[in-house]
Nanobody, 124 residues
């Protein structure tokens, strides 16, 4: 079992930055691929970014490429999402997810562990 706790969300103006953290406990995250998803009001939860167990592979949804950066510090058992040049359309609850072997990294169904989410609000 692994528990995930997100933090770092908040209210920021357009063009601002935030860094989200996902702290894991219970087991070391070296066993897990990690991802960030987000869910805006009235919308389905959507894929944002993925990082492999080693950190050697990363993927992003097109709308955040060149603005967001995912990283992991296995020694701290933590995954990060650096978000720059934020836009109002980035407003959502951001969730951290983990799985030992997600078949399709872009779908929620392939991740077993989830955090409770952290709210990100970008004002225009």
């Amino acid at each position: 079992q692994v528990q995930l706790v997100e933090s770092g969300g908040g209210l920021v103006q357009t063009g601002g930055s935030l860094r989200l953290s996902c702290a894991a406990s219970g087991r070391t995250i070296t066993s897990y691929a990690m991802a960030w998803f987000r869910q805006a009001p009235g919308k389905e939860r959507e894929f944002v970014s993925f990082i492999s167990r080693s950190g050697g592979l990363t993927y992003y949804t097109d709308s955040v490429k060149d603005r967001f950066t995912i990283s992991r510090d296995n020694a701290k058992n933590t995954v990060y999402l650096q978000m720059n040049s934020l836009k109002p359309e980035d407003t959502a609850v951001y969730y951290c997810a983990a799985d030992s072997n997600p078949g399709n990294i872009y779908t929620t169904h392939d991740y077993y562990y989830w955090g409770q989410g952290t709210q990100v609000t970008v004002s225009s």
